[in-house]
């Protein structure tokens, strides 16, 4: 992929109105948005196949754990069962021994308080 750079006319930049100006910046702006949009797909496109390449990588790595014998849905149950594992069971109560936490703010220093209150009243 080869850039082409253009390089602005000086010469009808320079004499241009202010109206030609605008326009000009306008579409200069416009093609650099565009230009920002392809690159940010690029940019997604490079990650997804690098993360693709990434996990095969790993698997290649790692096949042989990932080759071992899968148990079956008997022995699935069974160690479930085997666990105790009842999705039925209702959660522990909470201990009966709760105690409030301590306040977060400390009582106004009097001082402070006259203070602002004899400001209050110019």
Request: hydrophobic share 40%; charged share 25%.
């Amino acid at each position: 992929m080869s850039i082409t750079r253009i390089a602005p006319p000086v010469d009808y930049l320079r004499s241009a109105s202010r109206t030609s100006l605008q326009s000009f910046e306008l579409a200069r702006l416009n093609h650099a948005a565009n230009l920002r949009r392809e690159i940010a797909a690029l940019v997604d496109q490079w990650l997804e196949e690098t993360a693709e390449a990434m996990v095969a990588r790993w698997m290649l790595d790692h096949q042989s754990s990932l080759r071992e014998p899968q148990l079956s849905v008997a022995d699935l149950l069974r160690n479930i069962q085997d666990f105790g594992l009842d999705p039925f069971t209702e959660a522990p109560q909470p201990p009966v021994d709760i105690r409030p936490a301590p306040p977060r703010f400390s009582e106004p220093n009097p001082r402070i308080a006259r203070a602002l209150g004899a400001k209050a009243h110019k």
